[in-house]
């Protein structure tokens, strides 16, 4: 079975999940806010509305810099 | 989803816009507060108080691409795993786009990292924000304008933290341009109507080789934040 890779930025961590459906759902599940994340798909910035299959290599990005 | 204006894949909700389109929406947003603000006089010399991230990457390129010639300048505060990293992209990126780049760091300047004055004071964004202040001041002098990467995220808590503090000096501070005082260089705030979300993606879709990181200091700023109210 294949399992989605997502890598988040903020922690730098990969983790795996089988996840298919809308990305803002995916956000849910990782109890993340979409309005401080930015979700990249196969290196395309997407919407969350997006649909996201196992397949995706998808990237997580938080854009709160604080610095 | 499609984009508002034509048929292409939306990459942005709120407005609903193709990276062709957001961009153009982008850029647009951040010259009408140029223009309506009167932040920059053709003949100004204008420096870039950089860190590296994304919002004082944004503006560097924007003002390059809008006035023609900007400076960049930079503090190192020393924070070990953080700023040496986004300082590295700011390095490439003024190499890049042939930007002139000045570093002060925190260990010249009083003699101590940040991470090592921490560790006998509780508040971190307290003595950075002073000590670097300080800094981008004194060596922004000569200079007409100083630009900093502030957005309307940015400007929305400090309005908020001033109005819950009854801090009205600060509150009347929370402008895209700060008024001329003697020996202070005027600010400028050409991201003051750009969400944190709209900066970030705005860097993204332009392949800005940044790193998307938060700086290891902020939860304990919430932290104190929390322990005060």
Redesign the interface.
């Known amino acids: 079975m294949i399992i989605m890779e997502i890598f988040i930025?903020?922690t730098n961590k990969r983790i795996k999940k089988n996840f298919s459906g809308i990305a803002k759902d995916l956000l849910k599940i990782l109890k993340m806010n979409s309005?401080?994340v930015?979700i990249?798909r196969n290196d395309?910035?997407?919407?969350?509305?997006?649909q996201l299959k196992n397949t995706d290599d998808v990237k997580i990005?938080?854009?709160?810099?604080?610095? | 989803?499609n984009c508002l204006k034509c048929d292409e894949?939306?990459?942005?909700?709120e407005p609903?816009l193709c990276?062709e389109h957001f961009i153009s929406y982008f850029e647009k947003k951040v010259k009408k507060t140029i223009k309506d603000f009167k932040l920059v006089k053709k003949t100004d010399r204008i420096i870039v108080a950089c860190?590296g991230?994304?919002?004082s990457t944004t503006i560097l390129y924007l003002l390059k691409k809008i006035h023609g010639t900007v400076e960049a300048l930079a503090i190192d505060e020393g924070i070990k795993g953080?700023?040496n990293k986004?300082l590295v992209d700011l390095k490439r990126f003024c190499e890049e786009n042939k930007i002139k780049l000045t570093i002060y760091s925190f260990k010249e300047s009083f003699g101590k990292t940040l991470d090592l004055m921490l560790k006998k004071e509780k508040n971190p964004c307290t003595i950075c924000g002073t000590f670097r202040r300080y800094l981008l001041n004194k060596h922004a002098r000569g200079y007409d304008k100083i630009a900093t990467g502030h957005n309307l995220?940015d400007e929305s808590q400090a309005i908020i933290m001033n109005l819950t503090k009854a801090n009205t000096e600060l509150l009347l501070r929370s402008v895209p341009i700060t008024e001329k005082k003697k020996g202070f260089v005027q600010r400028i705030k050409p991201l003051y109507f750009c969400s944190?979300?709209e900066?970030?993606?705005y860097a993204?879709?332009k392949k800005f080789s940044i790193?998307?990181?938060?700086?290891p200091?902020?939860n304990k700023?919430i932290e104190m934040m929390c322990e005060k109210n």
């Open positions: 930025e903020k309005e401080s930015l990249v395309e910035l997407i919407t969350e509305e997006e990005l938080s854009v709160i810099s604080g610095g | 989803m894949n939306a990459v942005f909700l609903t990276k860190s991230g994304k919002d953080y700023r986004t995220d944190e979300k900066v970030a993606a993204l879709l790193h998307f990181t938060e700086c200091y902020v700023r």
